[in-house]
């Protein structure tokens, strides 16, 4: 299994962030896919969960209305479309997923928003 981050960066307060996970080593179709973040000194957290077909979405109440989460399963992506963004969204962001019974992730990406 591997999860690889990518579209991170600096953004100003109220701006707007896509993240993007590829997925590969598992029948991504099959799999529920969740992003979490972890901020400095602090323990990681779940931000959003999509079910295996996508039909399914659950959110943190702190980015609920603001963040929405996302796949397609033809391109094994899941996506994070992050708008109006707040100081405390800064963090690291992971894609992950539960296969055969262990938790993957990636390598995280960095979110800081500041001005």
């Known amino acids: 299994v591997q999860l690889v981050e990518s579209g991170g960066g600096l953004v100003q307060p109220g701006g707007s962030l896509r993240l993007s996970c590829a997925a590969s080593g598992f029948t991504f179709s099959n799999y529920n896919m969740n992003w979490y973040r972890q901020a400095p000194g602090k323990e990681r957290s779940l931000v959003a969960y999509i079910s295996s077909t996508g039909g399914s979405t659950r959110y943190n109440d702190s980015v609920k209305g603001r963040f929405t989460i996302s796949r397609d399963n033809a391109k094994n992506t899941v996506n994070l479309q992050m708008n109006s963004l707040k100081p405390e969204d800064t963090a690291v962001y992971y894609c992950?997923?539960?296969?055969?019974?262990?938790?993957?992730w990636g390598q995280g990406t960095q979110v800081t928003v500041s001005s």
């Open positions: 992950n997923v539960f296969v055969g019974f262990k938790n993957f």
